[in-house]
């Protein structure tokens, strides 16, 4: 995952966004047929790279396509849906899997990017892409079909055409930010590059910190045995429900009470209850305090993080980095943005294992609690409202003192 957005952010800008998608849809079909056509350890080391590739590659180029492709009003909810289904294929592994045999569930996980490029073939290219490349009649064609709009008649007003107003002031946008060719070096230099950047990259990173990383690998071996129908490997299938359904309950959200206000109870709400179960297996694993009755507490601790994660901090990071940058450094911005996922993941993977063994788990759930804590402190603070905005006036805002 961290080896492939900078050559994904660089090819999309090359080859279009549709393109490296298709490309990945059939990295991923490959990924699921290896394993079916030779099982060997060598075969399955070798799919699990490209597949942490094609993840790199879709985490770098399908939020920009979806903000780019997506209008105003809805392009919020398009974005965390992004997120929403990345968990709607996790609930598909974890609930297909413990019941059909392994070869099953390859078939049935090859058939979704068949399913994709089948499908996918037919969609328009990125209009903010096509202007880019000055390819003009082209992108007026995608904008058509987005919007569902007819074509200009003779004798009706242009001007008055949505699609043509649109065109032209996607034609005026992309014109000013590409004046200058952009680079990394941009997303440091430039003061409004720079906070869009510092924004993208610590929100993406507390949705990491938060937890919900290591909740997904190793819950089924932290949480305790309770004794009754519902344990550690039952939670996990309905923490993944969880996650699905909230990310798409807060799908709506998005665009009528805006980014910020979820963000911000987003992060205060895993921040609590994370803090609620560090206080629970600190008392379980370090006192002599008798805890079974109270061994429900990480289970709904981590129903109730499932709801809080996904409704803000889940999806939203996704929906800033298509909105943030100009055409000139999204491509440099969208790459670093899925090296920050990639990495955060496998730092606090890494981390959780060795400070739960050497300290307990109690103190790996504080840390979770003060970052996400922390992610509602910045979100109320720094990040600021995009709802409703057009790509030129989140511009103007970045470009303020």
Known sequence: SAVSPI???????????????????????????????????????????????GKGVAFTVAPMYIGEIAS?????????????????????????????????????????????????????????????????????????WLRNCPSVQPGDDIDANPVEQELKDMKKNVSEEMQNKGSFKDLVTSRSNRRAAVIVLLVSMFQRTCGISPMLAYSSVTLPETGTFIGPNQIIVVFGFILTFSNFLATPLVDRLGRKPLLIFSGAGCGIVTCISAIFYYVHHKTDIDTSSFLWVPYVGICCFGLTHSIGIGGIPHTLLSELFPQNVKCYAASIASITFALSSFAINKVYITVSASVGVWAMFTFFAFNGLMCALFSAFVVFETKGKTFAEIQRILHKP
């Open 7 to 53: 050559p994904a952010g660089f090819l999309m800008d090359v080859i279009g966004r549709k393109a490296i998608l298709l490309l990945t849809g059939l990295l991923f079909a490959v990924t699921w047929l290896m394993p079916l056509v030779m099982q060997t350890p060598l075969v399955l080391y070798i799919a699990r790279f490209l597949a942490g590739m």
């Open 72 to 144: 105003t009003g809805i392009r919020g909810a398009l974005s965390t849906m992004f997120a929403g289904l990345l968990w709607t294929g996790t609930m598909f592994e974890f609930g297909f899997g413990p019941f059909i045999s392994y070869n099953a569930l390859l078939i049935l996980s090859f058939v979704m990017p068949v399913a994709f490029l089948a499908t996918f073939i037919f969609m328009p290219e990125s209009p903010y892409y096509l202007v880019m490349k000055r390819r003009n009649e082209d992108a007026r064609k995608a904008l058509k």
